[in-house]
Structures are given as structure tokens and as C-alpha cells.
């Protein structure tokens, strides 16, 4: 995979992330997902029709995304973010995702629940 291709996903899933999670508008669905999407996350069905309906109950908590790290090699790109919601609760997610023909293709999502309260054992920090 060329370079013009690894930077081209990475800004699809820039504009995914911008017009989906922050703006709320699915309504561009098609041009960034297959229509034979793969999903790992255990609550979420396979398909276009499996991420819309997770999305709506997602966006109905009132998510702020703070991308923290957008990187990526060939077909893989990974965002890890920060999210808080309406309610308080911070969460600390990696989302994974493989593209192919300019869309994406299969997702993994790695997420810490609930860590508004937690005190680092150093000076690291969470993010």
C-alpha cells in the first residue's frame, strides 16, 4: 500500500470521527462504510445497520470526542481518543479499524469505562 493510500484512510477516518461522533450526522454513511462491515465490539451488530443503532443510543449520551492519537499503516488506522459524556463519565477508547477500497471495512474498540475518578499511580497521566 502506498503512502497516498495509508494518509487517504487516515484522513477518511478524520472526517468519519468530525461529521459522525461530533457533528451526530450519519447521513454520509455510504460513502465511509461497507456495506458488509465487520464489527467486533460484542453489543454491536455486523453491517451499516448495526452501527447506526448503536450510534443513536451513543449519541443520545451527548459524547464530547477529544482525539488524543489518529495514526495508521496501510489498511489499519487507529484513533485514540478521550470521551466524555453528558453525565460526567469519562471514558478512554482505542477504536481500530481496517479499510479497504477507500472504506471502512472491520472495526476493534478497546475501552476503559468510568475513569473520571481514577488517580494515576505516577505522573503519567491517563491520556
Not at 450510534?55 to 489498511?75: M, S, T, V, Y
Request: aromatic content about 10%.
Amino acid at each position: 500500500m502506498s503512502e497516498a493510500e495509508t494518509t487517504a484512510n487516515k484522513s477518511l477516518v478524520q472526517e468519519f470521527y468530525d461529521q459522525v461522533f461530533s457533528r451526530g450526522d450519519t447521513s454520509n454513511i455510504d460513502r465511509f462504510m461497507r456495506d458488509d462491515y465487520i464489527q467486533h465490539n460484542p453489543t454491536c451488530a455486523d453491517g451499516k445497520a448495526g452501527f447506526l443503532e448503536l450510534i443513536k443510543g451513543f449519541l443520545a449520551l451527548g459524547p464530547q470526542i477529544d482525539i488524543i492519537r489518529l495514526n495508521g499503516e496501510d489498511d489499519m488506522v487507529y484513533v485514540f481518543f478521550k470521551c466524555t459524556l453528558k453525565n460526567g463519565h469519562v471514558n478512554k477508547v482505542c477504536d481500530i479499524y481496517r479499510l479497504q477500497e477507500g472504506q471502512l471495512a472491520e472495526h476493534w474498540d478497546i475501552i476503559e469505562h468510568n475513569i473520571e475518578g481514577v488517580q494515576s499511580r505516577n505522573s503519567n497521566g491517563l491520556f
